[in-house]
């Protein structure tokens, strides 16, 4: 079928009391285009936080930070495929977090416990046992009380040179998953630059600034920052490369701790360090990066191209439909009437990608 679609482009802008008030519903909306493949086949594209940076760089460090949750860690390539983290605050505390898994088309339940194991388990099914990668993604659904409603994509970290059960080409195979998601204009660039090299040599810098020459659109965090303060004040306050959203210096979890005592110590180190106390205060420390992170998602989220967003959302309405019953989730709570302009709370999430012509 060839739908075709001739649409202007209008903008509008949403109320931070819109967003919070309708911000159970938008989990339920983007669970729904997701799921519904709508966002490529009808040329919708979420706003979605992209994770890239040099293999070790630290980059699951930083999602575990974000969600509370412990991912796979060792040497090498950890993240085989891309993987989608949704996380989903709960307005009331749970028992325990509600994690769940989807991939090739099922959905595996987990817990904090295993939720490592579990990924494991479905990266080898993906992209097999040895130590290749896939662009086929792996999706890991967070509900849990106090954690920033987000949508992240940890990609394979980049290395140039393979070793055993990899293959020849691991570079341009891992350059090609980085660029296809970072291209988007509606895709957010996390550039994750360890503190210990020199930024303006890191590939991933080459990467973004391919498809974001201005840095509009990236946002660096400087992990590892306890390991190397000399120059680090320096090199954030420097204008060497574009970053337009700034830098967000980290200290990364280590060992054991908690993420309550990862949090403390990296308070401590930046208070009272010799070096990193003298770095602003609105740069450092994790609770700053999810700041910065809900705030420029949200930003995304406020311009809208509301034609194409009806067009889409109208074409794949019996689907949704099907999906409230599925989910038992109230139909008003999902999708607007059939020909009228979407709600609000829809804008308030879903960011369209300005297509023209007409799409299959």
């Known amino acids: 079928m060839v739908l075709t679609s001739k649409r202007?482009?209008?903008k509008a802008t949403v109320t931070k009391n819109q967003r919070d008030e309708s911000s159970l519903s938008l989990v339920h909306v983007e669970k729904a285009l997701r799921?519904?493949?709508?966002?490529?086949?009808e040329g919708i594209q979420l706003p979605t936080i992209v994770v890239v940076g040099d293999q070790s760089s630290g980059k699951s460090s930083i999602l575990e930070s974000l969600s509370g949750i412990s991912l796979p860690r060792g040497q090498g390539i950890c993240t085989r495929v891309p993987l989608v983290m949704r996380l989903q605050n709960h307005p009331l505390p749970l028992p325990h977090p509600e994690l769940l898994l989807e991939f090739n088309g099922k959905t595996v339940f987990t817990d904090e416990t295993h939720v490592s194991d579990a990924i494991n388990i479905a990266i080898e099914e993906i992209a097999g046992s040895a130590k290749g990668i896939s662009n086929t993604p792996l999706t890991l659904v967070v509900k849990k009380n106090g954690v920033p409603d987000l949508t992240i994509v940890d990609?394979?970290?980049?290395?140039r040179?393979?070793?055993k059960g990899q293959p020849d080409n691991i570079y341009d195979q891992i350059k090609d998953i980085i660029l296809e998601y970072i291209t988007p204009e509606e895709s957010i660039i996390l550039n994750v630059l360890p503190a210990t090299v020199d930024f303006t040599t890191c590939e991933s810098i080459r990467m973004s600034q391919n498809v974001d020459k201005t840095g509009s659109r990236t946002l660096a965090v400087v992990t590892k920052a306890d390991k190397s303060p000399e120059g680090l004040l320096e090199k954030v306050t420097a204008d060497d490369i574009n970053i337009s959203l700034g830098y967000v210096c980290i200290r990364n979890r280590i060992g054991d701790e908690s993420f309550e005592e990862a949090r403390l110590e990296e308070?401590?180190?930046f208070e009272s360090h010799s070096l990193l106390s003298k770095i602003d205060k609105s740069i450092v420390g994790i609770p700053v990066l999810i700041q910065k992170l809900v705030e420029v998602q949200a930003k995304m989220n406020s311009v809208m191209n509301e034609d194409d967003v009806d067009f889409a959302v109208d074409e794949g309405i019996e689907e949704v439909d099907e999906l409230a019953e599925e989910e038992d989730v109230p139909i008003a709570n999902?999708?607007?009437?059939?020909n009228t302009k979407l709600p609000n709370h829809l804008k308030d999430f879903v960011t369209p990608s300005l297509k023209k012509g007409s799409k299959k």
């Open 267 to 269: 308070q401590k180190l």
């Open 161 to 163: 040179v393979p070793v």
């Open 35 to 41: 799921r519904l493949n709508i966002t490529k086949e």
């Open 8 to 10: 202007t482009t209008k």
């Open 334 to 338: 999902i999708r607007p009437k059939r």
């Open 155 to 159: 990609l394979p970290g980049i290395t």
